[in-house]
């Protein structure tokens, strides 16, 4: 498994593109991009890597301000698409098909990038999804509530350079309570230090607007979605509302291990990815 940079030389104009993304690669075959969680980054796949290497060729993206890809250095709003355009380099000019696999946050992620290569996009894999704006479109008021809650406080404690407790909440919110407790010293250190980028992360999935119909048509029929049964509220009305919307799609859930599931319990996950790809 080798660590690499990509330049990405064709950006569309705007603000906020780095010149390189930093990635993982191993395997060979039909190309699968990985897409990590807030907070992970692109170690987080690499046992799934491991399993998928002798069938696939494995692409593990950092995203904006993880590894060595540059921070979002823009004072303007980030968006889903300026994201999904760290794919752009990975996409074959030949048009060859390729499939991607999203978690948590970058799901949603995932979702914008499959809608822009709709054309190339194989197959799309979503674990624990999180475009909560879609929560407000379709009227769940609780639910939005919740995630609208957590934000709150990335976007309070992160403003006054508090990412201590930013991180405290944060943890205990997608991992359960008690589990910054739980955390050595040294753990809770790295996590802090990698919460940062989650400050313009949650603007992405607040603030988008495209309509559920418009992923149904855009997004291709090979899409799973994989949910654990113990999962947040939040994520758990999300996945309801794809179920409602996307019955065409594969659904997936699995019994334990929360929101986290994709990072604590590969064992689970792993398996259920891979059977999704085939």
């Known amino acids: 498994m080798l660590p690499r940079t990509c330049s990405s030389e064709n950006w569309s104009s705007g603000i906020g593109k780095p010149s390189q993304v930093d990635f993982l ?64 380099p990975f996409a074959a000019a030949d048009g060859s098909k390729f499939s991607i696999v999203g978690h948590s ?66 943890a205990n919110y997608w991992a359960g309570a008690g589990s910054w407790n739980a955390m050595p010293d040294d753990r809770r250190e790295k996590f802090t230090a990698a919460l940062v980028p989650n400050f ?22 090979a899409t799973t979605v994989i949910s654990a049964d113990d999962t947040v509220g939040a994520i758990a009305e999300t996945v309801r509302l794809f179920r409602e919307h996307m019955p065409h799609w594969r659904f997936e859930n699995v019994s334990q291990g929360g929101h986290m599931a994709a990072i604590t319990k590969p064992d689970l996950i792993n398996p259920v990815i891979q059977s999704a790809l085939l």
């Open 25 to 88: 690669e191993a395997g060979s075959g039909e190309t699968v991009i990985l897409i990590h969680s807030s907070v992970a980054g692109a170690r987080q796949w690499r046992s799934l890597m491991d399993l998928l290497a002798p069938n696939y060729h494995l692409i593990a993206i950092n995203l904006f301000g993880y590894g060595t890809t540059p921070p979002w250095n823009s004072k303007g709003q980030q968006t889903l698409e300026d994201q999904a355009r760290l794919v752009a």
């Open 105 to 170: 946050f970058d799901g949603a992620v995932a979702m914008k990038a499959a809608a822009m290569f709709r054309n190339q996009v194989h197959r799309l894999v979503l674990v624990e999804p999180n475009p909560f704006y879609l929560l407000r479109l379709l009227g769940c008021v609780e639910a939005f509530r919740e995630a609208t809650a957590l934000r709150d406080v990335i976007k309070d404690c992160g403003a006054r350079d508090d990412w201590r407790t930013a991180a405290e909440v944060f």
């Open 200 to 221: 313009h992360e949650w603007d992405c999935v607040m603030h988008e607007e495209t309509p559920i119909s418009t992923w149904a048509k855009d997004l291709p029929d």
